[in-house]
């Protein structure tokens, strides 16, 4: 069964409290984008302007070329999960390292050119991989169902991993992700944009529970 989460992308601090503060009332996991604007195109909340709830799980996916420039900000919020971006200038190992020593899980993110052979040793040392499917830095982009295809590649080189999707996950698609075997499916506009976001949440649960062929 796929967990579904809600995700909270946006440069408005107000909006960041408060979607934290509605998501928080229907589910305890919880994915917060954060974009410096060197990896995507958008600069996000920065994470010196986050605070984040003691009692939710927090994923916390970091868009940046030098993620190790915000190390010290990520260990102080101490998500559950930090995910970086494979194709970061950085280095991606030695903050797993650092992630790990405190407490919290590793996850690399992998955009839809990256292949996950090429970042093999990454994905062995990983606790979580997110398959990108969408556009950087903002939502209500168009998925790209394609990207199912490296689901089978990930578990080969790490059986046990949690693997994640993040980008165009709507009702019209969900439930096909969860048979593909995604664990963790991160839903953006279809919940912060639904007139009732609880409503919304607990649909997409329903839709990715049902068995059967997709017509």
Not at 13 to 42: C, H, M, W, Y
Not at 88 to 109: P, Q, R, V, Y
């Amino acid at each position: 069964m796929s967990t579904i989460v809600p995700t909270i992308t946006t440069d408005d601090s107000n909006v960041f409290n408060a979607s934290l503060e509605r998501f928080a009332q229907f589910t305890k996991r919880i994915q917060i984008d954060s974009s410096d604007g060197s990896f995507a195109p958008t600069t996000l909340v920065p994470l010196t302007n986050m605070s984040l709830p003691a009692d939710a799980t927090i994923d916390l996916h970091i868009m940046s070329a030098r993620p190790s420039e915000h190390l010290q900000q990520i260990l102080a919020l101490k998500p559950s999960l930090c995910i970086l971006h494979a194709e970061a200038d950085d280095d991606i190992a030695g903050m797993f390292t650092e992630l790990k020593n405190a407490g919290i899980k590793a996850g690399l993110a992998l955009i839809k050119t990256t292949f996950p052979g090429r970042v093999q040793q990454l994905i062995t040392e990983a606790d979580h991989v997110m398959i990108f499917a969408g556009e950087l830095g903002r939502q209500g982009g168009t998925i790209d169902m394609m990207q199912v295809e490296k689901i089978p590649l990930i578990r080969a080189i790490k059986s046990e991993i949690e693997i994640g999707w993040d980008g165009g996950v709507n009702l019209s698609n969900i439930r096909a992700l969860a048979h593909a075997g995604i664990d963790v499916i991160n839903v953006g506009s279809a919940i912060t944009n639904a007139e009732d976001p609880a409503a919304m949440y607990q649909s997409l649960i329903t839709e990715s529970e049902k068995k059967g062929v997709l017509i």
